[in-house]
């Protein structure tokens, strides 16, 4: 093996150290509940990754030193914070004027680093959702095009003379880095992930059981009671009175009717399958719906195409509800009027209802916590609205997917096979 691979390879030891790191951090997170870390670990993680490579380098010629922190440069900005860009910019460049004075490699340093922090600031803004297999492309190419600038600027500009032999080891150990380090950070998010989803539903299922066996207890001394009433209001001969006990009759089936309706949301499960006609469940929703719109400055509009026949199987107060749920938190987020428009498109065999809005929006971290129970942004929200849907969506059969933009607009995507 050549000097070079191995100096390298001990560059890549760095690379690695901060992601194991990272997935450490990860974890306790879940422990002491750390919100708002994720993205600045990264940027610490990185520095730290480019110091230690930068201090362990391959001097190639005189002034010319190299290593491979283009790796944690590059990973840095497409995984960290907007202004990762620029912090990890100024700090390499710092770094490399402490080392090593004023160089041709601090000028080769400064051209190819300056190019590539504004090439993956602008990257940065779509990268993070991005499939796997794009993202892995998308990181193999920045890389790839960084390591010829590199190139180009050593050669042309400042003559530096190294055989091709060296080129091609010092690119092709970048490219598999770079690859290798994205799939590794891809795994942690994604474990990371999974252990929020984890969490998620594990305190969904406790809701939900509570609320089962409290709202059954509540029934059973309603009916009695409402009973007794009865009877009551059967043998009572004023008719003050018996107005009285025909109100409080009225009251506790009201009473009843809440507890079945809750009941309803703790059970995903559908309880009576039948066709739903998406066309005309949209329609009711949007009739019971348009009160509260009118009130909010709000228009919903709808729009169907050819769709007016598409089904799916499931329960349909379920899945009004559901709806429901949905475009209302869609109209609140308008506290100053807009549209809420209400799409259905059906490509066989899937049936997708799509619920946009122009509201305020949600940030990632919102969305992923949609669905939590007691999760709410609003001074008088229950947070329970989503989680609701979410479950009586899934109890059919469904998928919702979120997709938004803060300050602009929301999407709901709710997807159903037809059958
Ligand atoms: P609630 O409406 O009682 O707050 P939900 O479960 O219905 O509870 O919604 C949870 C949170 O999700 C809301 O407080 C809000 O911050 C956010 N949210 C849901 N839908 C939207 C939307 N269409 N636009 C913006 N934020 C939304
Ligand atoms: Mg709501």
């Not at 770094?95 to 504004?118: E, H, K, N, Q």
């Not at 300050?407 to 059958?419: A, L, N, Q, V, Y």
């Amino acid at each position: 093996m050549d000097i070079i691979t191995k100096d390298l390879l001990i560059n890549f030891l760095f690379i690695l150290l901060p992601l194991f790191l990272l997935q450490m951090f990860y974890l306790r997170k879940f422990v002491y509940k750390i919100d708002n870390l994720k993205d600045t670990l990264v940027t610490i993680l990185c520095m730290i990754s480019i110091i230690l490579c930068m201090l362990f380098p391959f001097s190639v010629a005189d002034g010319l030193y190299w290593d491979l922190r283009r790796i944690p440069f590059i990973i840095g900005i497409l995984y960290g914070r907007k202004n990762t860009a620029f912090i990890l910019l100024s700090f390499m460049l710092f770094i490399r004027l402490m080392l090593w004075g004023v160089t041709d490699g601090l000028y080769i340093s400064i051209i190819t680093f300056t190019s590539m922090a504004i090439i993956l600031r602008y990257v940065a803004r779509y990268y993070l959702k991005m499939s796997l297999e794009k993202k892995l492309w998308m990181s193999g190419l920045l890389v790839l095009l960084s390591t010829q600038v590199t190139y180009f600027t050593s050669t042309m500009l400042f003559n530096v003379n190294l055989t091709n032999k060296m080129w091609i080891e010092y690119f092709v150990i970048t490219i598999v880095g770079t690859l290798m380090a994205t799939l590794l950070i891809e795994m942690i998010r994604m474990n990371s992930d999974l252990l929020e989803k984890v969490m998620k539903a594990e305190k969904l299922e406790v809701v939900s059981h509570l609320a089962a066996s409290i709202s059954h207890e509540v029934r059973n001394p309603l009916t009695t009671c409402k009973g007794f009433l009865q009877l009551s209001y059967e043998e009572e001969k004023s008719p003050e009175i018996k107005q009285y006990l025909g109100t409080a009759i009225q009251e506790l089936d009201r009473a009843t009717d809440i507890i079945s309706d809750y009941l309803t949301f703790a059970k995903p499960a559908p309880e009576k399958v039948e066709k739903v006609f998406i066309f005309q469940e949209v329609e009711k929703v949007v009739n019971v719906l348009t009160p509260l719109a009118n009130m909010h400055g709000v228009q919903l509009f709808t729009n169907w195409g050819e769709n007016e026949q598409s089904y799916i199987s499931g329960d349909r107060k379920k899945f009004e509800q559901s709806l429901i749920n949905i475009v209302k938190n869609g109209i609140e987020s308008m506290p100053k009027g807009g549209k809420v428009q209400i799409n259905i498109f059906a490509d066989y065999p899937m049936v997708r209802i799509e619920i946009r809005d122009e509201g305020k929006g949600m940030t990632q971290q919102q969305i992923n916590r949609l669905g939590e129970p007691y999760f709410t942004m609003k001074n008088t929200g229950t947070g329970l609205g989503m989680m609701v849907s979410f479950s009586l969506i899934k109890g059919m059969g469904g998928q919702i997917k979120v997709d938004s933009e803060v300050g602009r607009w929301t999407s709901f995507m709710i997807e159903f096979p037809m059958t």
